[in-house]
């Protein structure tokens, strides 16, 4: 009892002392007089700092994005990381009677916005769902006799066409925005909600009583990285063979383990369900229990009915070929549904904008001194109209070039049409998500996918619908994401001229350390294995998504379109139901595309994220302030520590250094 009520006058005092800390942050002059020129924001120990977070997490969401596809928003950690890693250079470097520039809310920004561009590339890049189903393996398990995927329709995996083909699509996205950024942060006003949250923190640091807050932080971050990283090293000893280990606990019998139901130890995952929503969790773990627990099992037995007896399970004719297809038709229901939603709610608010632009300049009048100042400061240092224009064109130009010279299925003509369009398509996804704080571009990619892949033809098709949903997702993705971080500068007071050059450094840097994250799990690990641990699960979805838009449903195993059909039109109604209902009973209908993501992996990650939630929901309940913001400093350290060990791990695979002990779990022997 002493101990809580201690706490707790401790984190009223804080609260009280960073309430007082906001007034006189928000002072006027004193924060005009302390930005420093946009050229002195970014700095040689930032740009340092970025390299080195950005490989950290790169590794991170490489590993996710190869294992299960769901990758949180890491945006607010890596604000964190930063500034945990400068303050402890600072440190040093004052220890050693070395004189150092002092940190500023500025330059913390830069570094974030560096790093969230540098492992953004990872995240989106394609590793795991378009570029890696153009490979051989890919190709194969969705079946060389599969009509719509034409013979040779595949291109491995190379470091040189991988690096170019990012560096040629991802400056255009940089650039497509760029003039409309006042019209979008200024004059709409969109509160771009991670964007926003990531500046909140980012000013919390950077006051002289918020310091204490950000200490305790700093403090429970290395804790949880040290332990995560020594139990990734502790478990390594012990998984000297296939399926042994931790990771193949067998947590609740192994009957259920064969279903994919058990807790792997994960403190990635761990760490990756303290950060998403508890509803997140659970559809995971309800989609589960519905595949892996029901579905599989029924379909399992109409083996030599509904396909036939003696075909591999891996196949697209066998069971396989219903958790591909029911997955895709989960996730083209919710995606078209939240996609239709948001372009009409950005219709309906850029109409009701345009309508009302009389009362701008009378809601000018009423603005607070600080969103002067902001306004005044994001103005200050604009980028020119003409550098944008110059720029989106050049880089337009070299891609329109380059792109069917390396995938000669894609037409140039195709990528011209893709390149007229970006802009109206990526003002419409920043649109929406300024107001959503929903990212769309992975569907606008979809739909480009479909349209590519149809128009391209048999032969073409697959690879031209691939290609072209990189392109548009690229574009769309990048240029919302950089309307985020202006977002962030815009309430930080950094200069936008500052924000698209971190950016561009954080592209570039990005461009090169995915394909080598990449490289490190595709040499050392069995990626693309659907028994495997990193079954790279996005991968063959889109490669059937272009099937299926070369072919349509003739490429179905049997039986799988009437299933299909009832999951697609579950995924409308279920999104229906939330937007419909009274908001105490629609915020506990399941997400339709969290729920498909374990249709093809399994259980098991679903279980380890629900832990996740599990703590944070006790944690609130014992002390819901400090688990307010020490929340996400934990789960940064426990994600961090285990993806930073992939890094020692991987190695040792390819030095063939096995662990010499295999630990798993055998039925008792019966007489």
């Known amino acids: ?237 012990y998984t000297g063979g296939e399926q042994c280990g931790f990771v193949n606990f067998p947590t609740f019998g192994l009957k259920a383990w064969r279903q994919t139901f058990y807790f792997d130890f994960s403190t990635t995952y761990i760490g990756a369900g303290m950060i998403c929503s508890h509803l997140v969790n659970l559809s995971l773990l309800l989609g589960a229990v519905l595949s892996w627990g029901v579905m599989w099992p029924l379909i399992s037995d109409k083996k030599g009915d509904w396909f036939p007896q003696n075909i591999k399970e891996s196949s697209m004719k066998s069971l396989n070929g219903y958790k591909v297809f029911i997955s895709i038709a989960l996730i083209l229901g919710d995606g078209l549904y939240n996609f239709l939603k948001t372009l009409l709610c950005t219709i309906k608010s850029m109409h009701a904008t345009f309508n009302n632009k009389k009362n701008l300049k009378t809601d000018d009048k009423n603005e607070t001194l600080d969103d002067l100042q902001r306004n005044e400061a994001f103005i200050k240092e604009s980028i020119p109209i003409w550098v944008a224009c110059i720029g989106y064109l050049f880089f337009s130009v070299i891609s329109i070039i380059v792109i069917p010279i390396m995938f000669p299925q894609l037409k140039w003509y195709y990528v011209v049409v893709a390149y007229i369009l970006a802009p109206s398509l990526s003002f419409c996804n920043a649109y929406g998500a300024g107001l959503t704080d929903m990212n769309m571009a992975y569907n606008y990619g979809k739909v480009s996918l479909f349209i590519l892949a149809a128009l391209a033809g048999k032969d073409n098709g697959v690879v031209a619908g691939l290609i072209g949903c990189g392109l548009i997702k690229s574009i769309v993705s990048i240029s919302s994401d950089l309307m985020h971080d202006l977002k962030t500068g815009y309430l930080t007071l950094t200069s936008p001229r500052s924000m698209l050059v971190s950016q561009a450094i954080g592209t570039a840097i990005g461009c090169i350390v995915a394909p080598l994250s990449f490289f490190l799990f595709y040499k050392a690990f069995d990626v693309g294995n659907p028994d495997g641990e990193y079954k790279a699960p996005y991968a063959i979805i889109y490669r059937n998504m272009a099937i299926l838009g070369v072919e349509g449903f003739s490429a179905l195993p049997r039986h799988c379109l009437e299933l299909c059909y009832g999951f697609f039109a579950f995924a ?14 629609g915020k506990w209908v399941p997400l339709p595309m969290a729920m498909a993501v374990p249709f093809l992996v399994g259980g098991y990650f679903a279980v380890d994220m629900c832990v996740g939630s599990l703590v944070v929901y006790v944690w609130h309940r014992v002390d819901g302030r400090k688990a307010g913001f020490m929340v996400p400093a934990v789960a940064s350290g426990l994600i961090c520590g285990d993806g930073l060990w992939i890094l020692p791990s991987s190695i040792l695979a390819l030095a063939k250094i096995n662990p010499p002990i295999c630990m798993s779990f055998l039925p008792t022997l019966r007489s």
């Open 1 to 237: 009892m002493g101990t809580r009520g201690g706490r707790g006058e401790e984190m009223a005092e804080i609260e009280n002392d960073d309430v007082e800390e906001t007034r006189d942050h928000h002072h006027i002059e004193t924060q005009t007089k302390m930005i420093p020129p946009w050229k002195e924001q970014i700095t040689v120990r930032g740009i340092v700092a970025s390299l080195i977070i950005g490989i950290i997490y790169s590794i991170i969401v490489m590993k996710l994005n190869l294992t299960t596809g769901l990758v949180p928003n890491l945006n607010v950690s890596a604000a964190l990381l930063a500034y945990v890693f400068i303050t402890s250079w600072t440190k040093i470097l004052v220890k050693a009677n070395i004189v150092t520039t002092p940190f500023t809310r500025q330059e913390n920004t830069i570094i974030q916005t560096c790093t969230v561009a540098c492992y953004s590339i990872a995240v989106g890049g394609g590793f795991g769902s378009y570029l890696l189903g153009l490979d051989k393996k890919t190709y194969e398990q969705a079946g060389i006799d599969t009509e719509g995927n034409s013979p040779g329709s595949y291109k491995e995996p190379g470091l040189d066409w991988m690096i170019g083909f990012l560096f040629v699509v991802s400056f255009v996205g940089l650039l497509a925005l760029v003039p409309l950024r006042k019209i979008m942060i200024i004059d709409y006003k969109l509160s771009y909600p991670s964007g926003t949250a990531t500046a909140v923190l980012i000013n919390g640091f950077h006051t002289s009583k918020g310091d204490k807050m950000a200490k305790k932080q700093v403090n429970g971050f290395m804790k949880f990285f040290s332990l995560s990283f020594v139990w990734s090293f502790f478990q390594w000893f």
């Open 572 to 585: 409308v109604a279920a999104n229906l139901s939330r937007d419909l209902l009274p908001k105490r009973f």
